[in-house]
Structure formats: C-alpha cells, structure tokens
C-alpha cells in the first residue's frame, strides 16, 4: 500500500545530541514536507522540498537540517542547537495539487 | 506574513448537535484552502477548497468556501463521538507552502 512512514515513533535524546527523524514515502510524490506540532501552535514548517537534491528553509529552520537525496526520502536532524527539540514532528508529502499526505509522526523528547 | 486563524480554539457539544468550526486567512496569491481532521496522530485530509461558493460534501461534514470575505466553515450535523477531533485548515499559497491554523478542538460528548 502507498503512504509516508516515519519511524521512530517514539524517541528520547539527551541535551546536547544530535538525532535524525527517518521518512519515506512511496506515493510517487515530488514535494516534501516536516512540520512541528507543539500544543496551541498549530503545524509550522520547518523545512520543505520540492523536488531531489533541493529543499528549503520553513517558518522555523533554525536548528534543523535536512536532505533530500532520494525522491522518497527526506530525513531530519535535529541538532543540538535547536533550543527546544521536544515535540511531535510530522512529515508529509503532498500531490500537484497541493494536498498533503502526513506520517503517523515522531514523538522526540529531550531529557 | 500569511495567516490562517480558527474558531473557536475549542467546543464541547453534545452527540447529535451540529456545529460549525470557522477558518479565516489573509494571504497572497492564494490557490486553495484545507481541511484536516486529527484524532490521535496524522491528520487525515477533509476537504480542499478552490472555488468560492461551492460547497463539498462527505456524509454529515460539509464545507464552503468565501473568497471575498476570505473565510472557510466547516459543518458537522448530527455530531458522534467519533467526530471528536482537532480540525485543522491551511491554505495553499505560492511554491504549494502551508500555513495552518492553530486548530478546534471538538470535543463531542454522549
């Protein structure tokens, strides 16, 4: 079956490491997306790629990195200089049209 | 900037009422208007909206379109439990970028 696969569901990192959220998608889709998700924000975008080996910065970059090597794949770091890390990340692609397909989302907390 | 702003943040209704969640936005070069449910995890896609004034159908939700006044609603009659969610609208703007709204929370009770 087609969809977006984010895996780990769940994660836990110390202050100070750098971790990478996996995503996939085998819909055939060109664009790419991560959001974050924290309570009373809504969904912010962080990064955002239309097509292979190009992508762009969100309304909230600062502190993540992406790539985009693979037309399925678009993997996020969150680095240690992302002063406040914990949250529910979402990673979707979406059709021509515009609409978007989300993962069953990453749950990072930082201890 | 693009803003996508909803009411209200949160509702308690019970089973069987009917209610309507609103979604206004200011943006440029607008090409569509989205609405997302979200239960537990992924939001799931609802509803895309590109033309004024025509309204989509899925069961007992229903949602519009108001280009002029630049406002969504979205309609749920004969509420379930079921329907208790976050309901999310987001506007397509240029480069397919998304901006949502921070979101209802419905909350349907028995």
């Known amino acids: 079956d087609g969809g977006i696969t984010q895996s780990p569901k769940y994660l836990f990192r110390k202050e100070g490491q750098n971790v990478t959220l996996s995503c996939e998608q085998n819909?055939?889709?060109?664009?790419m997306y991560w959001y974050r998700q924290d309570p009373g924000q809504g969904l912010r975008l962080i990064y955002y790629?239309?097509?292979?080996?190009?992508?762009q910065k969100g309304d909230i970059a600062e502190g993540y990195s992406v790539s985009r090597e693979k037309k399925e794949s678009f993997p996020l770091t969150v680095t240690s200089a992302q002063k406040n890390p914990t949250a529910f990340y979402l990673c979707?692609?979406?059709?021509?049209?515009?609409?978007?397909?989300f993962g069953e989302g990453s749950r990072l907390t930082v201890l | 900037e693009d803003k996508v702003v909803q009411s209200p943040l949160s509702l308690v209704v019970h089973e069987g009422d009917t209610v309507t969640l609103n979604c206004s936005y200011e943006v440029t070069n607008f090409r569509s208007l989205l609405w997302y449910k979200q239960e537990k995890k992924a939001p799931t896609f609802l509803f895309m909206l590109t033309s004024s004034g025509i309204e989509k159908k899925s069961g007992r939700l229903s949602s519009i379109l108001d280009k002029k006044e630049l406002f969504s609603i979205l309609n749920i009659t004969a509420t379930q439990t079921g329907d208790s969610a976050i309901y999310l609208c987001?506007?397509?703007?240029?480069?397919?970028?998304?901006?949502f709204g921070t979101g209802t929370r419905l909350q349907v009770t028995l």
């Open positions: 790629s239309q097509i292979v080996n190009d992508f």
């Open positions: 819909l055939n889709h060109d664009a």
């Open positions: 987001a506007q397509i703007g240029p480069a397919s970028k998304l901006t």
């Open positions: 979707a692609s979406s059709t021509q049209q515009g609409s978007l397909f």
